[in-house]
């Protein structure tokens, strides 16, 4: 906006802006400050009005001038004026009318994706579960030396192309399981490195239902289950993602999903259930149900326990 100091150095920008009032509908503001001579001034305030903004402005102003003369205080509306005729009378725009002359869209810039989840590697909320992909694998980038001491296991980690996962964040969270203080290093010495490369030892592979039930074969995983077959341990990821009922952790449920078939693959077989109210071993199956015993997702959990 225009200030008062710069109006009354230029009486006739001074006459221009008051143009600019009247114009909007000051109507009670025109008797007020033409005084003594109201037409003259009525007349002189037009003229220069017309000057700088053009005939359609001028005439608002009078207008503006008889409908405050005879008394009615409603003008009628003036004509938009435009930033570039606010410039030409010497005022300057400020933010918020520059603000004002972009047309909104009405639409709000869509969310950043959240990053993938630690622990997990999921992406986005809440996670869509598609019951087959293509079956393409894509191999986590990264290696990493076995930890401890004992039988290494060179792990190779993949993700099924298509789901909402990090490689990567995914395959930490598996290498994290299986060197936990309370995993198969202290159950029976095995430690696990990590690689890119086709020279493995072990592979863990998340896939979707029918993947995993395709690479399970012979096994039936009917959809719903995982499977450690050979040097594989293949990873449901409806279960990854949703979890079981009979756990109520479904971070603690994926280190039991990781540990158990992982411990398929290095040569161990199903525990059953000792009884009620018992604790589980890592390998009772307990996906769909613990048969009574408590859920356990470790090979060793008393270790580090004093």
């Known amino acids: 906006m225009v200030g008062v100091s710069r109006s009354t150095q230029n009486p006739r920008r001074a006459m221009v802006v008051l143009g600019v009032c009247l114009a909007v509908g000051l109507g009670g503001g025109i008797a007020a400050t033409m005084g003594a001579e109201p037409d003259a001034s009525a007349a002189a305030v037009a003229g220069a009005v017309e000057d700088s903004l053009g005939v359609e402005a001028a005439d608002a102003v009078r207008d503006a001038y008889e409908s405050a003369r005879s008394g009615n205080r409603s003008a009628p509306p003036a004509p938009a004026v435009p930033l570039e005729a606010e410039a030409a009378a010497g005022a300057s725009p400020d933010a918020d009318d520059a603000t004002r002359s972009v047309p909104s ?27 087959k992909l293509s079956g393409e694998l894509v191999v986590a980038e990264g290696s990493r030396r076995a930890p401890a001491e004992g039988k290494v296991w060179r792990v190779q980690v993949a ?19 299986l060197n936990d203080p309370r995993g198969w290093n202290a159950a029976d010495g095995s430690t696990f490195a990590w690689t890119e ?38 990873l449901n990821f ?4 949703t979890g079981s009922d009979a756990w109520t952790d479904v971070s603690r449920y994926r280190q039991y999903l990781v540990n158990h078939e992982v411990g398929h693959v290095i040569g161990y077989h199903h525990d059953l259930c000792k009884g009620k109210g018992e604790r589980a071993t ?11 015993c408590i859920p356990e997702p470790w090979p060793a959990p008393d270790v580090g326990k004093e």
């Open 159 to 177: 993700v099924e192309k298509g789901l909402p996962v990090d490689p990567e964040v995914f395959a930490e969270a598996v290498l994290a399981t």
């Open 197 to 234: 490369t086709d020279d493995y030892d072990a592979r863990v592979v998340l896939a979707s239902p029918g993947t995993t039930d395709r690479l399970c074969l012979p096994l039936d995983t009917i959809g719903e289950l995982s499977c450690g077959i050979q040097e594989t341990a293949v």
């Open 282 to 292: 890592v390998m009772v199956q307990q996906t769909r149900t613990t048969r009574g």
């Open 105 to 131: 869209t009405g639409k709000s810039d869509p969310p950043e994706p959240a990053g993938p989840e630690p622990g997990s590697g999921l992406i986005g909320t809440p996670v869509e579960v598609e019951p």
């Open 238 to 241: 409806g279960r990854w993602a």
